[in-house]
């Protein structure tokens, strides 16, 4: 099947963010509004970051909700929501936020503060992630990949690609990302698959020279 990754965020319960497109191009957007705010006992300064005005493509909104992050379908989008200036804005965001909710952690009761900044900068990171010899975004080439039926049928070409390892791997370095055990699954099997791989390839080289 296509997108194997993709598969495992549905089968894993999580929505594609990529399903639910904002309309708006505009930049700037804000992790919660003064209206959702009313009746919080969180301080005021950290109401005050909470709101304040992140420098991004609005689209980049949509990684407040966790969920696995897939291609954008959309190479000019994706350069809106990738410009250094969002990720220099929402490490600043999330810089601040931890300064000020350190008195009062919780939005709610068992959902910290930091939740909506760490999981926007997990699902930027996950879009914007790109192979570093090409330069492409990660996302587009994996959703490039041929039809197959399961992760034992998929060229070592494909799995064992920068892209499809690194995806994986920064998924799991976040517990705000949507890795599960299914992409835990996923993640063993390209290991075994590249300890393999990449052996034969020094094997290879070494007939070669």
């Known amino acids: 099947m296509k997108n194997l990754l993709l598969l495992s965020s549905l089968l894993g319960g999580f929505t594609p963010l990529t399903t639910a497109l904002l309309e708006s191009r505009a930049t700037g957007f804000q992790l919660v509004t003064s209206k959702q705010l009313e009746g919080s006992t969180l301080n005021s300064n950290c109401q005050q970051v909470l709101q304040q005005t992140i420098q991004c493509d609005e689209y980049v909104a949509n990684f407040r909700e966790r969920g696995y992050c897939g291609s954008l379908d959309d190479s000019a989008l994706t350069d809106s929501v990738c410009q250094a200036t969002c990720e220099r804005s929402l490490l600043n965001a999330r810089r601040r936020l931890a300064a000020v909710s350190s008195s009062t952690p919780d939005l709610m009761p068992g959902y910290p503060v930091a939740t909506?900044?760490?999981?926007?900068?997990?699902?930027?990171?996950?879009?914007?992630?790109?192979?570093?010899?090409?330069?492409?975004?990660?996302?587009?080439?994996?959703?490039?990949f041929e039809d197959y039926e399961s992760l034992e049928a998929m060229p070592n070409a494909q799995l064992c690609s920068y892209c499809y390892g690194a995806k994986l791997r920064m998924m799991q370095q976040s517990p705000y990302s949507a890795y599960d055990e299914l992409f835990a699954q996923t993640l063993e099997t390209v290991n075994k698959r590249e300890i393999i791989y990449y052996h034969q390839v020094q094997i290879t080289n070494a007939d070669i020279s």
């Open 116 to 144: 909506l900044i760490e999981t926007t900068v997990a699902g930027w990171n996950e879009t914007c992630l790109k192979d570093k010899d090409t330069g492409k975004y990660c996302n587009d080439i994996i959703d490039a």
